[in-house]
Every structure is written in C-alpha cells, then in structure tokens.
C-alpha cells in the first residue's frame, strides 16, 4: 500500500487535509453575509484532499536529480538538526540577552560548527557585524533591536 | 566530538550570560521619592508596525517632549504589531507596574477584547491621559440620492438588501460600529445592515466605482474627495459641527435629530498598577504637551480634534463607552 | 489644461540644486534599505517621515518618492545573491536571479536586474506623465467581481510555475491557499485556524513564508552542499558586462512589463509583488524556452524586476491624482504627505502643481541616480559570495532573523521562520515547487475576501460576476488560459 514515495506523502497529505476540513467544519458561523468564512476552507481542504488521492494514483514523475536530492549523508542530517538548534536557541534568548549578544555568538559558533577554521576573522566578524547592525538600526532608522543585557 | 563540544560551550556561554542578567535588575528600582521624575528611557507602545495611525500618534507624541523640552528622559517607540494591538498589550501589560512603559491606543482597546481578541481590555490597564480626538463621517458618491442621513436610513429602513457599507475594519470593530450606532438611534434594523470589509484601504474606490453605496471612515479621509466634488459626506459623528474649511459644512447627525455620537480618541496607558505619582507626573505632561503649539500644529496638518483628558475623567469615559459597544454588538449578536 | 506650465514647474522643482540633492539622499537611503533584508518601502518611508517634519513640501516629497523606488530597486540585490528577498516585490526576482548567481553569472545578475529595474521605472514615469489624469478612472474602475477576477487569472498559472508534477504545484497551491486563510477574516470577523493564538490573529506575514521557503530552505540545501566542489561556480562573479543576445533577450519582457507593470501597479490593492509575479507568470507563458524559466533565464529575471519598478510608478497614480493609497506602502507614503501639510487628492494637480509634477518629473532623475549608484557597486556587493561558506550561512541566518523580526518586534514570528524554513526544505526534498505556494498565498487571500464582497453586495447572485464587463473579460481570459493547455496535453497524447 505504501509503496512509492508519492503513496506515503499523498497519505500524510490527506491526514492533513481532514485535519483542516474538521477544524473549517467548527469555525462559526455569522449570520449577516450571504458567504461564511467556513466555506473556503472547506473547499480547500476538499481540494487538497482530491488532488492528494490523485497523486497517490499518479507515476512518480521526478528526475533523477529530484530523487538524488533526498540522498543525504547521516552526517549531514545531523549538521542540520544542529543548526536549526542553533538558530531555536538565537530566538529562544534573542529578547532576554539582546541583540548583540545573541548574534555574536550566533555567528561564531554556527560558522565554526560549519568549518570556519579562521578564528581570528571569526571572532572579528562576529563582533564586528552585530554591532554595526544594531547601531545602524537603533541609531539612524530609529528601529529598536531588543536590548537585552546591551548597556546601550 | 568537536562538534558536541562547540555546542556545549556555545549553550555554557549563553546559561553564564543569562545568570548574569538576573543581577541588575534588583538595583533599578525607584522607591520612596515623592515627586517621581523619570531616570531611564521611557517606552512608548505602538502596537502596530511602523507608519499607522498608533505609531504616528506615538512618534509625534515622542518628538514633541523631546524637542520642547517637555521630558528630559529619552523616548522611544516600540513597535509590536499583531492581532490589532492584542500582541503590543499582552506585552505592556506584562510589565506590570512599570512607570517607564506606556502605550497608545484608541476605540479598538475597547472592540477588539469584546470581540474576543485580546484577552486585555482597558481596565486592565492605567489610562494616562487622552490627548487627540478624530469622528467618523459617512460618505456616498456625489451624485447619489441621498442628501442626508435621514433620507439614507429611510432608505435602509425600507429595501436593506440594496444598500452596502464599505470600511476598514472587520465586523464588530470600529468602521462597522460607527455606522452601526448611528443607524440604530436613526432606528434601523441593525441586524440588516450590509457591510463589507475592505483591508486593502481601497473603500474610498469602491465608493467611487458604484460597487458600494456607502463609505464608514474617518472625517480627515473625506475632505479632499469633497473639495474635489467627488464625493459628498452625510453626516459626521461629532457632538458640534467641526471647524475648519470644508469640515465646518458637514454636518452632524445630532443636528439631524439622531441622537448619537462617536469619538474616535486617541490617548495614552502605562501597565496595570502604575505607580499614581507616575500618572501624576505623566498627566501633567501629556497636558503641556496637548497644549504645545509644536503639537497643536501636528494636530492641525493631520486633522485631528484636542481632546485632553486626565486619568480620571478617561477612566469614566472608557468605562461609559465599552458598556455601549458592549450592548450594540449583543444586539448584533458579535460580543463573546 | 494648463498642465504645461505646471509640468514645467515641476521640472523647475526636480532640477534645482535642492530638488537633486534630495532625489539623490531618497535614492540611496531607499536602496541602502531596500537592500537590508525585511527592511522594505514601508520601514524606509515610515523610518523617514520624522525626519522630513518642517521641510519644505516639494524637496521633501521628491525625497520621499526617491525612497520608495529606491527600495524597490535594492530589493533584488538580497534575493539575487542570498535567495533572501527583504522586499515582498522582490521574491519573484530570486526564481531566477539566485540560479543564475550560483551558475556564476552573479555580476550579470545584477546587472539585468538593475538596467531592467531602470527601464521599467523610466518608461512608467512616462506612462504616469502622460496619463496620469486620465488613468485615474482606470484606478477605480475595478469593482470586487473584477479584483476577484483578475487573482483567478493569476492563479491559473500555477501549473505553469510546476517542475515536472502539476498535481504537485497545485497542491502546493492548496497548501499556500490553506495558511492565508489563518487569522481573522476581514469579512466576518471570525477567527479562523488561530488556536486562540494572540500572534496569528493578523495571519502569517508575507516575509515570514518567503524568507523561510527560500533562504531558510537555501540554508539547509548550502549546509549539506557545503563542502561539495562543484559549486564553486557561485563563488564566481562572472563578468556583469551582458552581451547582444542576452540584450536581445531583455528586449520583450522589458519592453512588455512596463506595461503590464505599470497598469497592475495603477490599480489599487495589486502593487508591486503582485505585478511581479504576474508578470513572471505571463513571460513563462508566452516564452517558447519556459523550462528554461527557473534555471537562471535572463527573461525570467528581467520581467518580474521590470515590473515591480514600473508598478511602483504605478501606484502613484492613485495616490497622486485620487488620494486613495492602493497599499501598505502608498498608505505610508499618503502619511508622509499629511505631514508635510499636502494633501494628495483630484485638486492636488491644480492645487499644486510644482508638487505633483516635481514628484514625477523627480523620478526620471531618481531612475539615472539609481542606476548610476548601483552598476558600479555591482562588483562590490557580489563579493558578498566570496564570503566563505559557513560564515555566508551564519549571516544569511541572522540576515532572515533581523528581517522578520523588524516586521512585528516579536519572536513568535522567528519561530513561524524557522517553521517554514523545514517545511521549505521538506517541500524540496519530495519535488513540491515553492512558487505557486507563495503565488496562492498572495492571490488567494484578496481573491477569498473579493469573491465574498462582490456576493455580499450582490446579495448572493452570482451573476454579479458575468454583469460587470472588466470581471467577465478577465474571466473568459482565465478560462482561455485554462482550457487551451489541457487541449494541447490531450491532442499531444491522440497523436
């Protein structure tokens, strides 16, 4: 039943699509216009859902290249995982620690991680960048950048 | 391993650096001094991104006390857009008790809790001051029928289906209010009014192109269409006839024996509990600043009306106002 | 008309001392902002309107109008470079701006996307010039039923925005559809999909979606490719010198998006992104190469940059002659005017004259500076691919974080970022395009809300859509459009 690719993803699809048709079917209604709010959802989810079945039926169509581009190393998921927890974190400390902190170290470390060997530039460019861009900001555009623990 | 080891210095780093964070904040408090005057930067709230109505009022408001003098302290606004001014309260009511935040505001405050969008309303906040008042006018095309807003209603009253309401906002905030409070003292079966929302600010066109009968918007939108002779404005919602040129013929609906009136303010709150020295001390200010004349000329060149309120005489007025919206959108059938 | 006198007047404005400076401060501020990613027209104007106070009208408004454009125009830079588009007018540029950077053609890029940018912004300010009264009319002449009309005409060029899989770029689409439809209905005031969420109820802004469906998703791509040789091609400049064929190829789309562009910029609501994207569409259509499209074709490069300039010429019209401003930005812009005591309007033209005309006769000058500024710092800003891998990837992070969070200074959004930028790669992985999701997500809303105005006016007949002359003809057109591939697929497979 799930054999191609196409068969799994149209499956998760039409979850998805039911998902959004339950929750359109609860919106509430206003009585005062001749078409509610629940009436393009549903038509979308009812959509999603058929072209979802068609591509369960449909031949895989993708080139090679296309299919190449799923082939990644182990390794590689984990360089990703990693630097969407870096990122995750850079928000998650954004408000509480500043701008120019958070970005600093951002910086730094996601270029290490990824194999910037040159230290030295680095750290300039990290300690450099955040700064210009949040005097820039703050200063000329009149834009505030959360301070955080930034003196100023 | 290398890599294991740049992440646990880089979250070592970050738990260091946020310990520290906790150290400062016990020393900045200000207690005990009777006559409160700011000692950091003030932050004014625009709950809502840059170039709108909120962040000019805020901007202005902002330059003013800075280049008159007004306060000493440095100034500047925020933006926090999002869900109407939901997210911009939610923040500023977080800062419970702070005298160094504020924010601004007008009649959606009121609309948007009753509509169930914010789970903050006014009285969870501490008015400062009101400072600005604007009204809402009714326009149609220059060569409808109507000549006033009897003559609309009677309209309304008998065939409702033919006649559409253009605004702003969504249904059940204020574009429809207006309209829908003026049109329930003229005795019109509000339920039928025909309104649609236009977001993308393009009401005034549909008014222009016969797609729509009826404009609901603010009395400053109006005046150029009117001057130019494309458009003619019904009636403003206004206590008194405005002044100035253009503005001093539209009349009201009061003079038109609906008795009604909608004020579209604009003023100022801090967080809940604000400190009453530092309302005090911002009342007064907000009051030199109303009575500028640097302001009274950015009051002039946008078209808005003084209307200064202390904290007192604000606090009733909100109070006054939410219990009507309050009673229209039940009666609609909108409140939560 | 008098109008001569007044042309000449505004002519005086423009080319006065005063006049060129500030053309020449709008310009490079709107450029230098355009180019920071998120930083579009709206922050640039609303950024400058303090500063403006107590100027004089017409300097100040020539500045105005030159940092509108120029944002527009340094919107390609980012999405060209980085597949990080700062300005929404900007996103259809990196369909095929970004490849031809990464073949190492970045220099020529640039180049097209610049020189397009300038044709497209002087030959609508000629357009605005010579039409602008009349075209007033055109500016309101679009009821819903027409609006709605014209989005289904735009949506039915998903299929052509596919690779490969048309069912996957339609439920893409679907997909796109399905989160414009979060937050609050304008029409009802219903919340819909916001799960009691205070930071959905405005919807998902635009940026967050394209900046996570393209440089997030180009991020995780880099990040896997990144110590893969063979694409040292985009460190590469290239030469930015173009040669007669790519000239030649220029020639159509330019000349037929500033146009288009500039008629899609008139109507009020469309805008910029809109005529990009459209503009995009029709050239793949009308190309007899379209696989070429979104590999790097120079025509798919110049129209959509054409047209986002000429659009926001455009969109002086109304603004200009009606007073009504057909977008967030232009409602900015009519900000900026209040401020400075003007009141754009149909009696600014007579009113003040030297002020309306100074404005346009502004841009002619606005578009020379703009393309004198930016050819020559070409070289320099496609150094920016130069920078080493992982420290390209660190800042084109920090680039995205800074542009979604100056849109609404909360982090909800930067999680939303991070959300779409997995469901970008996700949707790359398993062959899903990108383009028709954003195309929908653009289309699909103002096509819902106008659908249901037009009906709620009507008071539900459907007739309303066949009755008003413009919605019927853009119907039949999106029908055509519709109909004549299917006959093509279904004759192709008989023979």
Redesign the interface.
């Known amino acids: 039943m799930l054999k191609t690719v196409n068969q799994r993803i149209s499956l998760v699809l039409i979850v998805v699509g039911i998902g959004y048709l339950i929750l359109a079917f609860q919106l509430p209604s206003y009585a005062y216009v001749p078409v509610d709010a629940d009436i393009v959802p549903i038509t979308l989810g009812i959509l999603l859902i058929l072209l979802a079945s068609c591509l369960y039926f449909s031949k895989d169509s993708e080139t090679e290249e296309q299919k190449a581009r799923r082939k990644i190393p182990k390794k590689d998921i984990g360089a990703l995982l990693a630097v969407f927890s870096f990122i995750f974190v850079y928000i998650l400390f954004l408000e509480l620690m500043g701008f120019v902190l958070m970005t600093m170290l951002f910086i730094f470390f996601c270029s290490w991680f990824l194999g910037y060997k040159k230290h030295l530039s680095n750290a300039l460019v990290s300690i450099l960048f955040p700064l210009c861009m949040y005097g820039m900001f703050t200063e000329f555009l009149n834009i505030s950048l959360p301070q955080g623990l930034w003196p100023f | 391993m290398k ?1 294991v080891f ?2 646990v ?3 070592v ?2 738990i260091f ?2 310990a ?2 906790g150290g400062d904040e016990e020393a900045s408090g200000t207690e005990g001094s009777k006559e409160w005057k700011p000692e950091k930067p003030i932050e004014i709230v625009a709950p809502a ?3 709108g109505g909120w ?2 009022t805020a ?1 202005m408001a902002a ?1 003013v006390f800075t280049e008159e003098e007004i306060i000493d302290s440095d100034i ?9 001014g ?2 911009g309260w ?1 923040y500023v009511a977080g800062q419970e008790g702070s005298p160094y935040n504020m924010f601004v505001a007008s009649p959606p405050l009121l609309f948007i809790p009753l ?5 903050y309303g006014h009285e969870d906040f501490t008015p400062i001051a009101n400072v600005i008042a604007d009204y809402a006018a009714f326009a149609v095309a220059a060569d409808a029928k109507w000549d006033n807003l009897n003559e609309l209603f009677d309209d309304m009253k008998k065939d409702p ?1 033919s006649i ?1 309401v253009v605004g702003t906002s ?4 204020m574009d429809h209010i207006q309209f829908v409070q003026i049109a329930k003292a003229a005795g019109v079966d509000v ?1 039928k ?10 009401g ?3 008014l ?5 009968d009826v404009f609901s918007t603010g009395v400053s939108e109006t ?3 009117v ?4 458009i003619k404005v019904l009636g403003v919602t206004s206590e008194e006839r405005l002044e100035g040129e253009v503005l001093e013929d539209f009349p009201t609906a009061k003079e038109q024996g609906i008795d009604a009136t909608f004020v579209n303010w604009r003023g100022f709150f801090g967080p809940p509990n604000m400190d009453e020295e530092a309302v005090a001390y911002y009342e007064e200010k907000f009051k030199e600043l109303s009575d500028s004349e640097a302001f009274a000329d950015i009051r002039k ?3 808005w009306d003084e209307m200064y309120m202390n904290s007192e005489e604000y606090q009733q007025f909100l109070d006054e106002k939410k219990g009507e919206i309050q009673s229209l959108l039940d009666e609609l ?2 409140g939560e | 008309m008098g109008s001569l006198e007044g042309i000449i007047a505004g002519f005086q404005v423009a080319f006065s001392l005063e006049g060129l400076l500030f053309v020449m401060i709008g310009v490079f501020v709107g450029t230098f902002i355009g180019m920071m990613p998120g930083l579009g027209p709206i922050s640039a104007i609303a950024v400058m309107i303090p500063i403006t106070f107590g100027m004089d009208p017409a300097p100040a408004l020539v500045m105005m109008a030159g940092v509108y454009y120029g944002a527009i125009f340094g919107g390609s830079t980012s999405s060209i470079l980085l597949n990080a588009p700062g300005v929404s007018g900007a996103v259809a540029t990196a369909f095929d701006g970004y490849p031809m950077a990464q073949q190492g053609k970045a220099g020529k890029a640039l180049a097209i996307a610049a020189i397009s940018s300038f044709i497209g912004g002087t030959v609508s300010v000629i357009l605005l010039m010579l039409l602008a009264p009349m075209l007033s009319s055109v500016a309101i002449s679009f009821g819903p039923p027409a609006y709605f009309a014209l989005m289904l005409m735009g949506l039915t060029a998903i299929s052509s925005l596919s690779e490969g899989s048309t069912i996957k770029a339609l439920i893409s689409a679907v997909a796109g559809f399905m989160i414009v439809t979060i937050g609050i209905d304008a029409q009802t005031g219903t919340q819909r999909f916001t799960f009691g969420n205070v930071n959905l109820l405005e919807g998902i802004d635009f940026l967050v979606i394209a900046l996570g469906l393209f440089a997030l998703a180009e991020v995780c791509t880099l990040i896997i490719k990144r110590k893969d040789l063979s694409q040292e091609n985009a460190h590469k400049l290239g030469s930015m010198r173009l040669s007669k064929q790519d000239f030649k190829d220029m020639s159509g789309p330019v000349t037929r998006h500033s146009f288009l562009g500039f008629i899609l910029g008139v109507l009020p609501g469309a805008g910029a992104t809109i005529a990009s994207f459209i503009s995009y569409i029709t050239e793949k259509k009308l190309s007899k190469n379209p696989e070429e499209f979104g590999k790097g074709s120079v025509k798919g490069l110049a129209a959509p940059e054409t047209a986002n300039n000429a659009a926001t010429s455009g969109a002086f019209v109304p603004l200009l002659s009606l007073g009504i401003p057909g977008s967030g930005t232009t409602a900015v812009m009519l900000g900026a005017f209040l401020v400075l005591g003007v009141q754009p309007g149909p009696l600014l033209m007579t009113d003040r004259p030297e002020i309306f005309w100074g404005i346009i006769a502004s841009m002619y000058i606005g578009n020379v500076f703009l393309l004198i500024l930016n050819l020559p710092l070409i070289p320099y800003f496609a150094k920016i691919l130069k920078i080493p891998r992982p420290l390209l990837i660190s800042l084109v992070i920090m680039f995205s974080i800074i542009g979604v969070y100056a849109i609404s200074f909360n982090t909800f959004d930067l999680y939303m970022l991070l959300l779409f930028g997995v469901v970008g790669f996700v949707m790359r992985l398993f062959s899903f395009p990108a383009p028709p999701f954003i195309l929908a997500f653009i289309l699909g809303g103002m096509m819902e809300q106008a659908f249901r105005q037009s009906l709620t006016i009507s008071n539900g007949s459907l007739t309303v859509f066949v009755q008003d002359p413009i919605a019927l003809t853009l119907l039949i057109v999106a029908l055509l459009s519709f109909v004549f591939p299917l006959i093509r697929v279904i004759r192709s497979r008989r023979a």
């Open positions: 890599k740049i992440g210095v880089f979250v780093l970050l650096s946020a520290c964070s991104g840059a170039g962040d000019t901007r330059k500047g606004v925020v933006n926090k857009a999002g869900g109407g939901a997210v939610a509509n169930g969008q914010s789970e289906s559409t969504s249904p059940g905030s339920t009014i025909k309104y649609v929302s236009d977001q993308d600010g393009v005034l066109t549909q222009l192109n016969g797609s729509v005046v150029e269409q001057k130019a002779g494309t060149q946008f078209g059938g909108l």
